[in-house]
């Protein structure tokens, strides 16, 4: 039984002696393996580590908004005669703006005022 015993513990010692030189061989001959794969696998997976996380920041940013909406929402309910504080827009014409206008600005009375030359002219 000892000497099985020993075989089996041997066999297995050197089938991971030989995979992990092997391993090691290859880092050498193949410097991507060694140094490009691993760049490789952080720069894709923190990249989706990131998406994730911002993903996570605008669910949140939204979740905020639609409550602050809910609120808003909330406050302008409906009364019997319509919505509370509701909008009421003036009827505005345009002869009444063009009046107003002409009251503001006197296009009869003006003074002459040179303009700064540039410069470099």
Do not use: C
């Not at 669910?59 to 905020?64: F, H, V």
């Not at 609120?71 to 009046?99: C, D, F, H, M």
């Not at 503001?104 to 002459?112: A, G, L, M, Q, R």
Request: aromatic share 10%; hydrophobic share 30%.
């Amino acid at each position: 039984m000892t000497s099985s015993g020993k075989t089996t513990d041997q066999s297995k010692n050197s089938a991971a002696k030989f995979q992990y030189s092997g391993f090691k061989r290859l880092g050498r001959k193949s410097p991507f393996v060694r140094y490009g794969i691993p760049m490789i696998s952080l720069t894709v997976f923190g990249a989706l580590g990131l998406g994730h996380l911002l993903q996570g920041s605008k669910d949140i940013a939204k979740a905020k908004d639609d409550q602050e909406w809910e609120i808003i929402e909330q406050k302008k309910a409906l009364s019997r005669a319509g919505p509370v504080n509701a909008y009421k827009p003036k009827t505005i014409s345009l002869e009444e703006e063009l009046k107003a206008f002409q009251e503001k600005v006197d296009i009869h009375n003006f003074e002459y005022k040179k303009l700064p030359r540039p410069e470099g002219k």
